[in-house]
């Protein structure tokens, strides 16, 4: 059978691609088409997100952390949080219940300005995938979602400090950390003038400078 255009070269096609070239989003996105996004995705993934912080959010919520309870070992007190001393370390405990961090959570929720009391991890993501997905204006919903990623990403890190350089911070130095980490970001996101803006300036103590000036409208002719 002979060929239709003998005199042209033959040329790949990477189907996935719209453009026929290869591309790894677009197979990613091939691939995962037919799979519906988790209710928890825009908790990780939004504006402003710090993606250090989103990835061990993502790990988090799906608790694949290696926290100690998951680790087979020998030694007795092998599985003992490092943070307090006296309980077996787990997501729930690591994240919710362990009192090293409990005040941090609570500071940070009168900072948000929400107060939620789940009995677990895995219900307070639950609630933060439901209330958090259609809040109105940045301050209850983005600054929320920044809090808490840079809340567990600190702790995680504070966790294996301790663990593996045999160092660790204060509470009150790591909450400093964590607000300053909240802090310079909202400083870079250009907030716009609203009732929202102010009241995240007045409640993080962030200069006036950070709310963008309106867009002066084109003059007309």
């Not at 694949?64 to 001393?85: G, W, Y």
């Not at 962030?206 to 309106?214: D, F, H, K």
């Amino acid at each position: 059978m002979p060929l239709p255009y003998p005199e042209k070269l033959d040329k790949v096609l990477w189907i996935p691609s719209p453009s026929g070239g290869f591309s790894l989003a677009q197979t990613l996105k091939h691939m995962n088409q037919h799979l519906p996004s988790p209710p928890w995705t825009h908790l990780v993934w939004f504006k402003n997100s710090i993606p250090k912080h989103s990835f061990t959010l993502w790990v988090a919520i799906q608790q694949k952390l290696p926290t100690l309870n998951r680790r087979c070992t020998s030694h007795i007190n092998a599985t003992i949080c490092t943070l307090c001393n006296s309980h077996l370390e787990s997501h729930d405990h690591l994240f919710f219940q362990c009192i090293f961090t409990k005040p941090l959570w609570s500071f940070l929720q009168t900072r948000c300005g929400f107060h939620i009391f789940p009995n677990s991890w895995q219900s307070l993501i639950n609630w933060a995938s439901h209330h958090w997905r259609n809040c109105k204006g940045f301050y209850s919903n983005s600054v929320a979602k920044l809090a808490l990623s840079s809340l567990v990403y600190s702790i995680w890190m504070e966790r294996n400090r301790r663990i593996f350089r045999k160092r660790s911070l204060s509470q009150n130095a790591l909450l400093h950390q964590i607000l300053d980490t909240v802090r310079l970001e909202l400083m870079s996101a250009s907030l716009t003038d609203s009732p929202s803006s102010r009241r995240i300036i007045e409640e993080w103590e962030l200069p006036a400078s950070v709310i963008r000036p309106p867009t002066k409208p084109p003059d007309t002719i």
